[in-house]
């Protein structure tokens, strides 16, 4: 998948999350929500352009910088330590 067509997914996972309440509120609802799961379905598309010369600086930047909204809410807590040191192991 394009990097650009991630972005857009991502885009549509930042709009889901939720912007009132405190953060533990905002948190037990985003838990409760679909974007977890859609978050790692993005993140393992990154880790699969990790190799594609095109993109091997963009996507991990991409996938463990996030877009600043913060744990829990911006699905870099679902990159796994083995995805981590495969990458770094590769480079």
Same mark, same amino acid.
């Given at each position: 998948?394009? #990097?650009? $067509? #991630?972005?857009?997914? *991502?885009?549509? =996972? =930042?709009? $889901?999350?939720? *912007?009132? /309440?405190?953060? *533990?509120?905002? $948190?037990? &609802?985003?838990d409760r %929500?679909?974007?977890?799961?859609?978050?790692? &379905?993005? =993140? *393992?598309?990154?880790?699969? #352009?990790?190799?594609?010369?095109?993109?091997?600086?963009?996507?991990?930047?991409?996938?463990?910088? /996030?877009? /600043?909204?913060?744990l829990p809410?911006?699905?870099?807590? =679902?990159? %796994? $330590? %083995?995805?981590?040191? %495969?990458? /770094?192991?590769?480079?």
């Amino acid at each position: 998948m394009p #990097l650009d $067509a #991630l972005h857009t997914r *991502e885009v549509a =996972l =930042l709009a $889901a999350i939720p *912007e009132r /309440g405190t953060f *533990e509120e905002r $948190a037990e &609802r985003f838990d409760r %929500s679909a974007v977890p799961e859609a978050w790692a &379905r993005v =993140l *393992e598309d990154y880790v699969r #352009l990790f190799d594609d010369p095109a993109c091997r600086i963009e996507a991990p930047r991409r996938a463990v910088c /996030g877009y /600043g909204e913060g744990l829990p809410f911006d699905g870099r807590m =679902l990159i %796994s $330590a %083995s995805q981590v040191v %495969s990458f /770094g192991q590769q480079r």
